[in-house]
């Protein structure tokens, strides 16, 4: 079972290019999310989406723009890449996101982007 | 706003040394502690679910506690293959999304 599956696995860019990440998963779950973790901050959440059609920011979410393409996939683009933004991105996904739910998510093994 | 202090920030234990990890947390009206399991160069791996004051739940040599303001990890009699990166997250009832704490990095030494 493939789970949530990120790609790119590796990048390198320079300041000011732009990239997109990609992130699917095959569970049928309804909420995704995209989460940034660097050495001593443990993982800040990006943005998700609750659901297909919706998306909202998370604690950190400057620098960075969303889609939730479908139900099955979730990117997540930077438009100008700052060396501050190198990092390692992990996508995760969970059946759902109502205060009634309490489902776990599960990650991907993340992209490691570094930004000159 | 949650906050999640996870304790020590690295630990390092001779194979079937017993210990425990601590995750201590302040958030209003707790719906839920999780506990993942990081190994490097990969993604956390989901270990327990913890609702309640009192819930314990065991996975092998792993044994999560949960109190109304802290949880524990327990690790019984660990193996080399039990050290990675030991992740904590809570979700409380007016938000539907995780807040991590940083992390604890297990050594299990042969």
């Known amino acids: 079972n493939a789970g949530v599956t990120q790609t790119p696995k590796f990048q390198v860019l320079k300041t000011g290019q732009s990239m997109t990440l990609q992130c699917a998963q095959d569970?049928?779950?309804?909420?995704m999310y995209w989460y940034r973790q660097d050495p001593g901050m443990g993982l800040r959440l990006i943005y998700y989406s609750a659901s297909e059609g919706t998306t909202d920011k998370g604690e950190v979410p400057n620098g960075y723009n969303v889609s939730r393409l479908n139900k099955r996939e979730f990117s997540l683009r930077l438009e100008s890449a700052a060396p501050s933004q190198t990092s390692v991105y992990f996508c995760?996904?969970?059946?759902?996101?109502?205060?009634?739910?309490?489902?776990?998510?599960?990650f991907g093994d993340g992209t490691r982007l570094s930004i000159l | 706003e949650d906050q999640v202090t996870q304790s020590p920030e690295a630990l390092r234990l001779q194979e079937g040394e017993s210990s425990s990890l601590n995750c201590s947390y302040t958030?209003?009206?707790?719906?839920?502690l999780f506990w993942y399991r990081q190994d490097p160069g990969k993604g956390p791996e989901f270990l327990f679910t913890l609702y309640s004051a009192g819930e314990e739940k065991e996975k092998e040599r792993l044994k999560a506690t949960l109190t109304k303001k802290e949880s524990f990890l327990h690790i019984t009699a660990p193996k080399p293959e039990d050290s990675a990166t030991y992740l904590c997250?809570?979700?409380?009832?007016?938000?539907?999304?995780?807040?991590f704490g940083k992390g604890t990095m297990l050594l299990v030494s042969p």
């Open positions: 995760a996904s969970s059946e759902a996101l109502a205060r009634a739910g309490n489902q776990p998510q599960h």
């Open positions: 569970m049928n779950h309804n909420s």
């Open positions: 958030v209003s009206g707790l719906r839920g």
């Open positions: 997250a809570v979700r409380h009832s007016g938000y539907s999304t995780l807040t």
